[in-house]
C-alpha cells in the first residue's frame, strides 16, 4: 500500500482510487497484535482484516494531511456487499452495503437513509468531478433523484446500448 499513499499525497494527481481487498479473505492480519500472517485459526479473521482496513484508511488521511490536501480531497469508501456475519451480532441479517461519501472540506455528517444502488458510485463520480456538489445536501438530492436508474441514467433493469 506504500504505493497508494504515495499517489494520495500527489497533488497534482486529480483521481486517485484506491483498492482494499480486505476484509476479504484469506485472513492476513491480527488485530490485537498488529501484525501479520497466517491467522486461519482466529474465529474473528473477517473483524481482524476489516481493522486492518481502518488502518489503511487511518494512514491514507496521514499522508493526505502531511500533504495538506484533507481538506480538498473527496473520498468514497464502500464494499462491494454486505457484512455477512451481521446475523451473528444481533440475528438479524443488515442488507446495507456501507457507503461514506465525504465532500471536499466537509465537517458534518449527513445520514442517508433511504436503499440505493451502489452501482451508482460511477455516475455519482462523475458528477463530483462536474461541480454539482458543494453542500451534503446535494450529494443526497442526486441520490434522490438517481437511486433508481443505473449508470448512464437508464433504469434499473434496461440494458445499455
Do not use: C
Not at 449527513?110 to 445536501?137: Q, R
Amino acid at each position: 500500500h506504500a504505493s497508494a499513499r504515495k499517489m494520495a499525497g500527489d497533488a497534482a494527481l486529480g483521481l486517485v482510487f484506491v483498492h482494499v481487498p480486505v476484509p476479504h479473505g484469506p485472513p492476513i492480519y491480527d488485530r490485537r497484535t498488529g501484525e501479520f500472517g497466517d491467522v486461519r485459526q482466529s474465529k474473528g479473521w473477517y473483524l481482524d482484516n476489516l481493522a486492518l482496513v481502518d488502518r489503511t484508511l487511518a494512514e491514507l488521511r496521514q499522508t493526505l494531511e502531511e500533504a495538506s490536501l484533507w481538506e480538498r480531497t473527496a473520498i468514497l469508501l464502500s464494499s462491494d456487499h454486505a457484512w455477512p456475519g451481521s446475523v451473528s451480532l444481533d440475528g438479524k441479517r443488515d442488507p446495507r452495503v456501507p457507503f461514506l461519501f465525504r465532500l471536499p472540506g466537509q465537517t458534518r455528517a449527513v445520514t442517508y437513509e433511504p436503499p440505493f444502488n451502489t452501482v451508482l458510485s460511477h455516475d455519482l463520480v462523475l458528477a463530483l468531478l462536474g461541480g454539482e456538489f458543494t453542500e451534503p445536501e446535494q450529494v443526497a438530492r442526486w441520490l434522490d433523484e438517481h437511486r433508481g436508474t443505473a449508470p448512464g441514467g437508464r433504469p434499473e433493469g434496461k440494458p445499455g446500448r
